[in-house]
């Protein structure tokens, strides 16, 4: 058995580190024993744009689509940054009333909700937490959704560390691959990350989960 959830995110980072999350939140928070099936929708179109733009396109798609066809996916995950404030307006009219849509808006990128799992972050990149170089990381109460550039905070830990042989730069996509399947898929930490990014992943993480308690009644019996 297997729950498929469909997405739309903007880039591969985010892709690489979406489901993964999901898939914690599914069985941290909901209960869910089973793997979720997630589905990049992007594809299930012929859409080439990717980034933000692409993301718009694609929904517009979608909710053609859905209007028409039938989709098995029990719901649908739009990922967003926040410097996109006018695509996030046209993706909310686009999507109301639908019930079956999750807008996650991760306020910086989605690298913030990375560096806000402390705990996975630091066994990641080989550093103790008291024992951190002089680096953004490493400031007295640092938060990751207030950091303004999350990227330049993971590079410069790659970078420090004697873990890696390639910083990270302005995403690389290995390096967060690897994070999300050996860290992520069977560790995150979601209430780390929620307390560090609360406005984001907060919000998120309960918008899920309520699509994932509703994806069980629907189911009913067979869950």
Not at 121 to 146: H, I, K, M, V
Request: glycine content about 8%; proline content about 3%.
């Amino acid at each position: 058995m297997s729950t498929k959830i469909g997405v739309i995110t903007e880039g591969s980072i985010d892709y690489a580190l979406l489901p993964p999350l999901l898939s914690r939140i599914a069985e941290e928070k909901v209960g869910f024993h089973w793997p979720l099936d997630v589905d990049d929708v992007a594809e299930l179109f012929p859409i080439r744009k990717r980034g933000h733009g692409g993301v718009l396109h694609a929904l517009r798609a979608l909710v053609r689509a859905l209007d028409t066809q039938y989709y098995d996916h029990a719901c649908y995950v739009i990922l967003l940054d926040r410097r996109t404030r006018r695509i996030q307006q046209r993706v909310r009219r686009l999507i109301s009333g639908r019930d079956r849509f999750v807008l996650g808006i991760a306020i910086e990128e989605v690298e913030a909700w990375w560096l806000g799992d402390r705990t996975n972050t630091l066994a990641w990149s080989g550093f103790d937490a008291l024992l951190l170089p002089e680096c953004r990381y490493a400031t007295r109460n640092y938060q990751a959704e207030r950091d303004e550039n999350p990227k330049r905070t993971l590079d410069e830990l790659t970078r420090l560390s004697d873990r890696f042989d390639r910083s990270y730069g302005e995403g690389n996509l290995d390096l967060a691959t690897e994070f999300a399947e050996e860290y992520w898929r069977a560790y995150a930490r979601l209430d780390e990350i929620a307390h560090q990014c609360p406005q984001g992943f907060g919000t998120f993480q309960q918008e899920v989960a309520g699509q994932f308690r509703r994806a069980r009644r629907r189911a009913g019996r067979l869950f």
